[in-house]
Each structure stands twice: as structure tokens, then as C-alpha cells.
């Protein structure tokens, strides 16, 4: 079985792949199952224009697509810093069993990438976040949480 460090050297890879070719910022990530690298990921934001497109994501995505299914039980991710809020979320929605970082949210927000500020709002509730959020009552709501919880062919996550 191969090293953390060996993995975390193929999240540097990826990193250093964003940065020199312009494709995002300076990070990276890879998936392992089973001691194999399943899936690999390197900031793509700005070469995407896509706000979601962090180094974790993009490794969760690729892992996902290359073992055909959505549920990444017993991976492990290995990044090159600490996951934001974001990434933690894709992390647990993926399943994944645990994960290995370097670098902090703290230095990361030293060279400009700052998260704390959606750490805190998470910690609020709605109507107190930054971000207007309105509750609206609409008839399909209840609808089509019913539909599904009567759907017998559904695929449960």
C-alpha cells in the first residue's frame, strides 16, 4: 500500500498543474479506495467559470464518474489544504471514510482565499445570514415530497 505522502504528492501534482497552466488556484486532491487513486481533481474556478469547481469537487466528481457510482464509501481523500465548507459538505454527501490535508483554512486565507466568513454564516440561521433567505409557502412543495416518498423504484442516498 502506498504512503499518505505518495498520495498527497499526486494532490500536489494536480495543484501545480492549476496553477502553471492558469487553470485555477493552487490546489489539489485525489480519491484512493481500496490503495488505488479512483479519482483525481485540481482547482478549475476560474478556467471554468465555475464557483463549485474547487480541487475536492472536481476529484469527488471524477472518482465518481470513473467507478460509476455516487457513493465513494471507504475512499479517502487526500488534499492539499483543508477543505472548505463547501468541499466538507461534498466529502460527507460522498460518503467519503476520511481525509488528509496540509495546509490550513487560515493559511489559505493568509495568501487570499478566505472561507471563515461562510464558516460563520453556516453557524447562523436563516433569516440572520448575510444572504437574504425567504421561506415561501407554495402548493408543490409538500407535492412532490410526497411523490417521492411513495416512490417505490427510487434510488435512496
Known sequence: MKSIETYLNEAFSEARHSV???????????VVKDGKIIGKGGNRVSS??????????????????????????GAVLYATCEPCPMCLSAI????????????????AAAIGFKDNHIYEELNLLPEERKINFSKV??????????????????TVY
Open 20 to 30: 502553471r497552466n492558469n487553470i485555477g488556484g493552487p490546489f489539489g486532491a485525489v
Open 48 to 73: 471554468q467559470n465555475d464557483p463549485t469547481a474547487h480541487a475536492e469537487i472536481t476529484a469527488i466528481r471524477d472518482a465518481c464518474k470513473n467507478i460509476g457510482n455516487f457513493d465513494l464509501s
Open 92 to 107: 460527507y454527501w460522498a460518503n467519503i471514510h476520511s481525509v488528509y490535508y496540509c495546509s490550513t483554512r487560515h493559511d
Open 137 to 154: 409557502q407554495h402548493p408543490m412543495a409538500a407535492d412532490i415530497f410526497r411523490e417521492w416518498t411513495e416512490k417505490t423504484d427510487k
